[in-house]
T-cell receptor, first 116, second 114 residues
């Protein structure tokens, strides 16, 4: 039982390049989330998916897109990376939904992204 | 809008001393409450949670927290810290009236000194 896994762990991009961050969970959770963490700003929600096939914007969605490929996987795409997107990205999953009301979130180890 | 406030951004504390991290939230309606810990260069790990029942909740690594509904607070305590408790701590509140959206506080960085 690996929990929530993220790839890659580290990535360096040049401005304008694109990339996809991958996230998978093996806990059969309904909901999945993408956050970014910046110094002094805590965790900010980028996008979330309440169930397979649905996605919604969070607090800071601009410059990102997401795909809930299936119940296990939730990817985050940067189409044209900018230096302001330099951050640590965390994926999380939660059993919330399908009759489960508790939003206890389980986090992956993070991806450290630098955009030059 | 719902909000979560952690009043202290940094808390320096000596080894074996007690520590209290404060967390207040905006709404007194039904909530679920969580504390997470983030060790350097790692993801967030659940320390403890309050869902219902006893207002004093015990978690991992000797931490405990008390839910105070009238003061809308969920302060985290440990009676004697270790060097290994150096980490950032996040309070998070799930507001049932808002579809159980989880809102995080800004975090408190604890630095344990020998």
């Amino acid at each position: 039982n690996a929990g929530v896994t993220q790839t890659p762990k580290f990535q360096v991009l040049k401005t304008g390049q694109s990339m996809t961050l991958q996230c998978a969970q093996d806990m059969n959770h309904n909901s999945m989330y993408w956050y970014r963490q910046d110094p002094g700003m805590g965790l900010r929600l980028i996008y979330y998916s309440a169930s397979e096939g649905t996605t919604d914007k969070g607090e800071v969605p601009n410059g990102y897109n997401v795909s809930r490929l299936n119940k296990r996987e939730f990817s985050l795409r940067l189409e044209s990376a900018a230096p302001s997107q330099t951050s640590v990205y965390f994926c999380a999953s939660s059993p919330l939904g399908g009759g489960q009301a508790i939003n206890e979130q389980f986090f992956g180890p993070g991806t450290r992204l630098t955009v030059l | 809008a719902q909000s979560v406030t952690q009043l202290d951004s940094q808390v320096p504390v000596f080894e074996e001393a007690p520590v209290e991290l404060r967390c207040n939230y905006s709404s007194s309606v039904s909530v679920y409450l969580f504390w997470y810990v983030q060790y350097p260069n790692q993801g967030l790990q659940l320390l403890l949670k309050y869902l219902s029942g006893s207002t004093l909740v015990k978690g991992i690594n000797g931490f405990e927290a008390e839910f105070n509904k009238s003061q809308t607070s969920f302060h985290l305590r440990k009676p004697s810290v270790h060097i290994s408790d150096t980490a950032e701590y996040f309070c998070a509140v799930s507001f049932k009236a808002a579809g159980n959206k989880l809102t995080f506080g800004g975090g408190t960085r604890v630095l344990v000194k020998p």
